[in-house]
């Protein structure tokens, strides 16, 4: 049984990832931005928004690293597959 790569394919998707990385980067500073003005009532409202949105921001930065992480060794791993052949 033979395994069988198209590293065309892998560069691709490779690509597809850490592009897609930056969207997740930009909706989590879009949402952090949304949050950040959010008005306060009574001391509570505005600073549970701007948590929120702190919050939002810091996960969608860790998913785009780990976003652009696969897709470096996708692209890695392309490279290798089209040295061997």
Same mark, same amino acid.
Do not use: C, W
């Given at each position: 049984?033979? =395994?069988?790569?198209?590293? &065309?394919? +892998?560069?691709? $998707?490779?690509?597809? +990832? =850490? %592009?897609?990385? %930056? %969207?997740?980067?930009?909706?989590?500073?879009?949402?952090?931005? #949304? #949050? $950040?003005? *959010?008005? %306060?009532? &009574?001391?509570?409202?505005?600073?549970?928004?701007? #948590?929120?949105?702190?919050?939002?921001? *810091?996960? @969608?930065?860790?998913? @785009?690293?780990?976003?652009?992480?696969?897709?470096?060794? +996708?692209?890695?791993? #392309?490279?290798?597959?089209?040295? *061997? &052949?």
């Amino acid at each position: 049984m033979q =395994i069988r790569v198209n590293p &065309d394919i +892998l560069n691709q $998707s490779g690509n597809n +990832l =850490i %592009s897609t990385s %930056s %969207s997740v980067q930009r909706a989590g500073s879009s949402a952090n931005s #949304a #949050a $950040s003005s *959010a008005p %306060s009532y &009574d001391g509570q409202f505005g600073p549970k928004v701007k #948590a929120i949105g702190n919050e939002a921001r *810091a996960i @969608a930065n860790g998913n @785009a690293e780990e976003l652009t992480n696969h897709g470096k060794k +996708l692209l890695e791993r #392309a490279t290798i597959f089209q040295t *061997a &052949d």
